[in-house]
């Protein structure tokens, strides 16, 4: 494999110092997939952008260019999802059928199941006893299967885990539709900041036993939790954080592990979103957060972009144009609402292209691919093939 | 116990303009002078942004420019953080042990760490804000009715019984009361949770799954909103020559030589008409998929110049029917 001097993923993202200022340097995601030092690429953005068709279809490719891929979804549509044979939730990745393997690739395909990562994690690290403690806690059964949050732990947990097993040489990574998208990153420094927080040890208190955590702030703190939540919520607090004591150290070191293995040169992160003012809001925040964290950005795939130069006719001729042949023959009339057709592709278009060259403005030295908008959804291979080879045609 | 205010919940998949539609579905209320309360719950300042004013605090106040028919809508971003230290002030006078509580990291935890406090909180202050009375201390700020920017579509069963979880944690003590209390509030006669959405594949599944969720959590659903709906600029006629394909494109070349535009633009113009066909279809075809649940459903055009304050009065009009 031939390696061009610019192949770092950072450096591909922040090549582009000549770019005009407006006009955003081509993201050449071929390159970034060819290149074996590249090992994860996490496909981040607000929800409804196509994070994870853009996540399969990059996966799916680099499969067909030859490297041992693993696409780890989070909540694919179902018919995508069946497309890549992912009929069961079982949190392990299982090969997909129909891959081009000319090349020597692969491509394996997983959805998350955030209960059984979790389980998995209790059940590896903790005797048998205490993890059947662990798992019978109500605090436990509740944080582990329904509450906020506990997604993107579980997502980088599982992130960690198939990345250590070293079967790939590429991980896919599609993010959870979060509050804020990059919740997954906070993770690791809230845990850690929490589990080093005088309340996990005032919880531990009493099962370690010594008084020396009976500060003046003591008595305060377990008279006021008593009246607000009550006795017996409180004990059963109490066990889940005493069982879970050993468990959290592993947690927040992994956490860190994976934290540390987002911000190596191995990871590329490709923001997602479509042309339209929030996303595109979102995706400048991603942008500079992910800057902020020192996170190997390799830029911005921009979905359902229309062509502003269509036909070479614009918006106002083809509206001025349109009614003057609405009377003529069948044919006239036809061509007629072809062209009101084509002046509200063209003003969409317009107006597309006014919020990605205010991105470009804030942010011109981003790399930027461009997907167009497609007629119909995505739910095979070759409609992931097509999705593709739009992202990486040359513009 | 007397109802509560009415309580309209607004839930969408990522993406299809769930914010808006609570913004204009709070200006709709508030079209017979009534003042409404806009909540957002996510941090995510989107209400600000839609506005486009400055971040919201965690206080309740009036958006100006929504004043139509002497009616107020008043924006608030609820803050977990902020809730719990109030909710401990209000119902327990913690003073002192509250600030204790945030000094050994128990606001934190509880707020980001503690399974579903977070979400309990968020909920709690809608509730705290739904049954504020005339009579009562905050008699100045009561509302007509309330709209909250509700949690994405896939996560909404949760949120809202986030409670039951919690009833269920806890099974005595206030914390079982206030989370009983509110789940009463929330599957009462005065709640309605609203679905938005798009007609595309996904939203359109996700929609009726979650109407199955809400169900079976006893939720009262209101109004399938539809959004962005574009609508078809081609005549049956056109369609059905579209369809057959048996337009002659020099044809179409000659018509459009006929009003001076380039004729080598025919071919691109009759793909741009059987791809506008063809996503009509779709579109089409999603909607009898939730003109099939049986539920009301308001229709919002798609706006192709985007959001001002001018467009959320055209859709506020557009959802007057979810007011009654």
């Known amino acids: ?395 | 116990m007397a109802l509560s205010t009415p309580l309209h919940i607004v839930t969408g998949k990522g993406g299809t303009g769930k914010t808006t539609v609570a913004a204009a579905l709070a200006i709709a209320l508030s079209s017979d002078g009534g003042r409404v309360l806009l909540c957002e719950v996510e941090g995510r300042q989107q209400i600000a942004q839609l506005f486009d004013i400055p971040p919201l605090p965690y206080e309740e106040r009036p958006i100006a420019g929504t004043g139509r028919g002497g009616g107020e809508v008043y924006a608030l971003a609820v803050d977990a953080e902020a809730a719990l230290l109030e909710y401990l002030a209000m119902y327990y006078r913690l003073g002192r042990a509250g600030k204790a509580l945030d000094r050994f990291g128990v606001i934190d935890f509880a707020t980001t760490i503690a399974p579903g406090v977070r979400d309990v909180l968020l909920t709690g202050k809608v509730y705290e804000a739904a049954r504020r009375r005339t009579d009562g201390p905050e008699s100045d700020f009561v509302y007509d009715a309330i709209v909250v920017d509700a949690p994405p579509t896939g996560r909404i069963a949760r949120f809202l019984g986030v409670n039951d979880d919690v009833a269920g944690l806890a099974k005595v003590g206030p914390v079982k009361n206030q989370a009983t209390s509110i789940m009463t509030m929330l599957r009462s006669e005065q709640t309605r949770v609203h679905l938005v959405t798009v007609l595309e594949e996904m939203p359109v599944q996700e929609t009726i799954d979650g109407i199955e969720e809400l169900s079976a959590a006893s939720l009262p659903i209101g109004h399938i909103v539809v959004n962005m709906v574009r609508p078809s600029l081609l005549s049956e006629e056109s369609a059905a020559a579209l369809d057959a394909a048996t337009v002659d494109v020099d044809e179409v070349a000659v018509s459009l030589a006929r009003v001076s535009l380039p004729s080598a633009a025919a071919q691109d113009l009759l793909d741009e008409g059987t791809a506008h066909l063809e996503r009509q279809r779709l579109q089409d075809e999603q909607d009898s998929l939730l003109a099939a649940t049986g539920r009301d459903i308001v229709h919002l055009p798609r706006l192709a110049d985007g959001i001002d304050l001018g467009a959320l009065y055209d859709l506020a009009d557009d959802l007057e029917e979810m007011t009654r």
Request: one cysteine or more; a negative charge; proline letters at 5%.
């Open chain 1, 1 to 395: 494999m031939t390696r061009p001097a610019q192949t770092r993923p950072r450096s591909t993202a922040r090549g582009g110092r000549q770019a005009r200022r407006g006009t955003a340097p081509a993201l050449d995601v071929d390159r970034l997939i060819d290149d074996d030092r590249t090992r994860i690429v996490v496909c981040c953005g607000s929800g409804g952008v196509g994070k994870t068709t853009s996540a399969a279809a990059i996966a799916l490719r680099a499969a067909e260019r030859g490297r041992r891929v693993c696409v780890l979804t989070i909540d694919p549509a179902r018919r995508l999802a069946q497309s890549m044979g992912l009929t069961e939730l079982d949190n392990t990745p299982r090969p997909v059928d129909g891959i081009d393997t000319s090349a020597g690739g692969s491509l394996d395909a997983m959805m998350l199941d955030m209960k059984r990562t979790f389980d998995d994690v209790v059940e590896a690290h903790a005797s048998p006893e205490k993890a059947q403690q662990i798992l019978q806690n109500p605090f436990y059964v509740a944080l582990s299967s329904s509450f906020a949050g506990t997604q993107e732990y579980m997502a980088m947990e599982r992130l960690g885990q198939l990345h250590a097993e070293g079967r790939w040489d590429l991980i896919v990574v599609d993010t959870p539709p979060s509050r804020s998208a990059l919740d997954f990153l906070d993770a690791p420094e809230r845990l850690s900041s929490m589990l080093d927080g005088r309340f996990i040890r005032l919880m531990l208190a009493p099962a370690k036993g010594p008084a020396r955590f009976l500060t003046a702030g003591f008595g305060v703190v377990t008279a006021a939790l008593n009246k607000v939540i009550g006795a017996q919520i409180l004990t059963d607090m109490q066990t889940f954080i005493a069982a879970f004591d050993t468990l959290f150290g592993g947690f927040r070191q992994r956490a860190e592990a994976t934290y540390a293995l987002l911000q190596a040169e191995e990871t590329a992160f490709l923001v997602v979103a479509v042309p339209d003012d929030a996303p595109m809001r979102e995706a400048a925040y991603f942008v500079e957060r992910l800057e902020a964290d020192e996170m190997p950005l390799a830029g911005l795939v921009v979905n359902r972009c229309h062509d502003e130069r269509a036909a070479g006719i614009t918006a106002a001729d083809a509206e001025s144009a349109s009614p003057r042949l609405a009377s003529g023959s069948a044919t006239d009339q036809l061509t007629s609402d072809l062209l009101a057709v084509h002046a509200d592709r063209v003003r969409l278009a317009a107006r597309e292209g006014r919020v990605r060259r205010r991105f470009a403005a804030a942010h011109g030295d981003v790399a930027t691919a461009v997907v167009p908008a497609l007629s119909a959804d995505v739910h095979d291979l070759d409609g992931l093939r097509t999705i593709a080879e739009h992202l990486t045609a040359p513009r």
